[in-house]
């Protein structure tokens, strides 16, 4: 509240930079399954189906690293359709950028150069979001358990 150096400014803290899962953790593919999210699917959608409870959707945000969940997590089409009408308005159908036929970044001028819109740069960036690492249901408790003591 207020502004800081005023008496009334508090500040807060973030917790989640503090309490991240262990790094061997993270890298050990043997506690994930790989998912490729659907259109409209939710963190919580996810968790109901595959805990059996929705209120476990901070695991799966938590094993992304996702800090936010509008941005981080994969739009709906619809969604990603006005986002990209905000960002970029009547540039939607220019050029972002123009890649090869192996899809590295190139020069306009370069020989096969094709380009890559502002739309499609984004709809690329969204469906990467969609590959995610779902911890595996039988890995969940455990979560749970160091997230409260890193918590306490």
Request: glycine share 6%.
């Amino acid at each position: 509240k207020g502004i800081k150096g005023d008496p009334q400014f508090t500040p807060i803290t973030n917790i989640l930079t503090r309490v991240r899962m262990k790094t061997e953790f993270i890298k050990n593919k043997v506690y994930y399954s790989d998912y490729m999210v659907v259109d409209g699917e939710t963190p919580e959608s996810l968790a109901h189906d595959f805990y059996g409870d929705s209120g476990l959707h901070w695991v799966i945000m938590y094993a992304q690293m996702i800090t936010n969940p509008y941005y981080d997590w994969p739009l709906k089409y619809y969604d990603l359709t006005k986002y990209i009408t905000k960002k970029y308005g009547t540039d939607q159908l220019s050029p972002h950028h123009y890649e090869n036929s192996d899809g590295y970044e190139v020069d306009a001028t370069s020989s096969g150069a094709q380009v890559v819109t502002n739309f499609k740069y984004e709809e690329i960036e969204n469906d990467k979001r969609r590959a995610i690492n779902l911890v595996k249901p039988e890995f969940v408790n455990a979560i749970r358990k160091e997230f409260k003591k890193l918590i306490n």
